[in-house]
């Protein structure tokens, strides 16, 4: 079946430090790929999302492509902030049903 | 102001004490979804709806139940809970249609069944 692998965390970075967060997945047919960030104590929220292939999702300076050839969606941000400290879900989703990666922690320090 | 609500926020029961958490939404979506998160196992979906009277199994769906009477509410039932369902709730929303359209989280429900 359809399956997500994240990088397993935590991360901890220095401030403006460049970030990558690995992600891939297994899929029949063609789904969209998403990465939500939740922060402490709160849901989830949309960070980016890209549906079709070599599509570029961005939002806030983190930015996602959909690879089909290596089945990834790599989350990257070029200068973390300390308030970029949260919980980094990957996800893809069919028609009706979502899988989602088992998170990511980031912890940036000042 | 556009959210999904829990209710409640925080329940500590016991074995086998049928319990309901409720869920609402205001931005009149079709479609809604229950979800569990664990340590180490990330979000799993249980059931999930695509409008009024139709529902369908996520990943997790044993020990729990759902319904949709009404488009706004998707409540997630544990009639008879068991300490493996101790866990954090999440409910969402989004618009019918394709799976892009984004999803709205609600705060969380945080179960504990001793």
């Known amino acids: 079946g359809d399956s997500v692998t994240q990088m397993e965390g935590p991360v901890t970075l220095s401030e403006e430090a460049f970030l990558t967060i690995n992600c891939t997945y297994t899929?029949?047919?063609?789904?969209?790929l998403f990465w939500y960030v939740q922060y402490p104590g709160e849901g989830l929220q949309l960070l980016l999302k890209?549906?079709?292939?070599?599509d570029k999702g961005s939002n806030k300076g983190f930015e996602a492509t959909y690879r089909k050839e290596t089945t990834s969606f790599h989350l990257e941000k070029g200068s973390v902030q300390v308030s970029d400290s949260a919980v980094y879900f990957c996800a893809l989703g069919g028609t009706y049903k979502y899988i989602f990666g088992t998170g990511t922690r980031l912890k940036v320090l000042a | 102001e556009a959210q999904v609500t829990q209710n409640p926020r925080y329940l500590i029961t016991v074995t086998g004490k049928k319990l309901t958490v409720t869920c609402s939404q205001n931005?009149?979506?079709?479609?809604m979804s229950w979800y569990r998160q664990d340590p180490g196992l990330g979000l799993r979906q249980i059931y999930y709806?695509?409008?009024?009277?139709?529902?369908d199994k996520g990943d997790v769906p044993e020990g729990y139940k759902v319904s949709r009477k009404e488009k706004r509410n998707f409540p997630l039932i544990l009639e008879s809970p068991s300490p493996n369902q101790t866990s954090l709730y999440f409910c969402?929303?989004?618009?019918?249609?394709?799976?892009?359209?984004?999803?709205?989280f609600g705060p969380g429900t945080r179960l504990t069944v001793l």
């Open positions: 931005m009149n979506h079709e479609y």
């Open positions: 709806s695509m409008n009024v009277e139709v529902t």
């Open positions: 969402a929303s989004r618009l019918a249609g394709e799976s892009y359209n984004e999803q709205f």
């Open positions: 899929a029949t047919g063609y789904p969209s």
């Open positions: 890209a549906t079709k292939a070599d």
